[in-house]
């Protein structure tokens, strides 16, 4: 299958610093990219779905100016989380497909943020 | 609006038994809908998925999936279940141009 790349796996930063996260689809064109939060032991969160060149639309009760997403281009999307804080330590996960709400979405590996 | 319930937060199967998790969804028309497993700290990778024709999908790793509209269900199920198959799973669906999620069944394997 295709590859999503997911970088970096692990990150600890102090609280009020901004942390990016990297999602780039290796071997195919990511028309779409959604970025999903998971909390130990809980389901996959979506927080945002972001299309290429577009404004990424974020689900109810996620802060647009606290994570911020940028879909440049067709391999390559951004999460950044600003002023972070103990709180959005978590597991961020990046899934990227081709268009097609029927084709099979790839996932990076996801990333552990530590917000110290 | 599109929703997925996954009613078994864990279950747990001896090895060999037969497995089947369970998938409920809520969507106006026909639905997209995906199972996906994820393994300790790795990413989620597809097992089969389901958009259209034969309702009785085949996966990877001997699952398969039976989409049945009139109980509003998409199953997940193994005749024989594999040590190895201890992860989490994961019934998806996507319709509305975004990929959502049910909460998740942790599968636990017996010896």
């Known amino acids: ?82 002023s972070a804080h103990p709180e959005d330590s978590s597991f961020y996960i990046c899934s990227a497909r081709t268009s097609g709400a029927y084709t099979e979405a790839f996932f990076g590996q996801g990333t552990r943020l530590t917000v110290v | 609006a599109q929703s997925v319930t996954q009613p078994d937060i864990h279950i747990t199967v001896s090895e060999g038994a037969s497995l089947e998790l369970r998938c409920n969804y809520s969507y106006g028309a026909t639905p997209y809908l995906f199972w996906y497993v994820q393994s300790p700290g790795q990413g989620l990778q597809l097992l089969l998925k389901y958009f259209s024709g034969d309702t009785l999908v085949q996966g990877i790793k001997g699952f398969e999936a039976e989409f049945k509209r009139s109980q509003s269900s998409f199953n997940l199920r193994k005749p024989s279940v594999h040590w190895s198959d201890a992860a989490e799973y994961f019934c998806g669906s996507s319709n509305t141009g975004k990929l959502i999620f049910g909460q998740g069944t942790t599968l636990q394997v017996k010896p």
Not at chain 1, 5 to 18: A, E, F, L, M, N
Not at chain 1, 59 to 72: C, P, S, T, Y
């Open chain 1, 1 to 82: 299958g295709a590859v999503v790349s997911q970088h970096p796996s692990r990150v600890i930063c102090k609280s009020g610093t901004s942390v990016k996260i990297e999602c780039r689809s290796l071997d195919f064109q990511a028309t779409t990219m959604f970025w999903y939060r998971q909390f130990p032991k809980q389901s996959l969160m979506l927080m945002a779905t972001s299309n290429e060149g577009s404004k990424a639309t974020y689900e109810q009760g996620v802060e647009k100016d606290k994570f911020l997403i940028n879909h440049a281009s067709l391999t390559l999307s951004t999460l950044t989380v600003t």
